[in-house]
């Protein structure tokens, strides 16, 4: 299930209305105007989850010849519920680990895939080449409450190794994840994000780590070396066509090759 996320692609109008600019006086932002309690990143993963909950259940009526409502229910063809993947790119990437932290207790999600996703927060500061966590709060109006920290990022009170430390879980309930990240990544450390997975990994997360020595970009080195991880984790062999994999991601850039300017 691949679908645009709140603010982007077709949706780009939730943010700032149809024709773009629609603001409040004080540069308010349409979707902050109408949901002031909200973020946007919130309302991303809640989408999230509800594209896992259809891959995951029933759905009365669907592409039923009977019509809405028709009775026997039926799911999406060809899916298998127990095996849902999240994957994301880029903003959808970090999404999706925040997706799978607000999947607990629920475990409804088998894996985790974000792809060039984020970079440590504490250590993001206005200084950063990253542009600092700035990005999240201001530019793009993501978690606006992390604007309470700039200057003293060193205070947050998590950061990423926590979401997927939180998003792994433990034990029998446990979700793999795999984070991708390409080292020439001029939004995200690389060197950072591999001491933060390593913090994860240490506190008993399930999580890999693969790179490749390029730029941001989800080329074909990316694609194969994702779709080889989730067959893994799904127990597929490249030859069944028996099950299949649910992956769901809110993000426009999921289906394309897209190289960061």
Known sequence: ??????SFGTRGYEFN???GGAQGGDGTPLFYRRYPSWSLLGKIVHDGLAAVDLAR???PGAWHSNGPGADPPIGLPGLDGSKVFVVGYDIGGRAALYMGAADRPENRIKGIVSINGWTPMRNDTNASSTG???RLWDWHALQPALGWYDGKEEQLPFDMEDVMIEASGSGNSSTAILIYQQEFDR???YKGVEASVAKAKDAGAKVDLLSEPTVNMLNDAAHTAVIAWLKGQAELDANTS??????????EELCSDTEQA
């Open 132 to 134: 600092g966590i700035r």
């Open 187 to 189: 939004e995200n450390d």
């Open 57 to 59: 259940t029933s759905w």
């Open 242 to 251: 028996g099950d299949a994999i649910a992956s769901v991601g809110p993000f």
């Open 1 to 6: 299930i691949a679908f645009d996320a709140a």
């Open 17 to 19: 209305g149809a024709l």
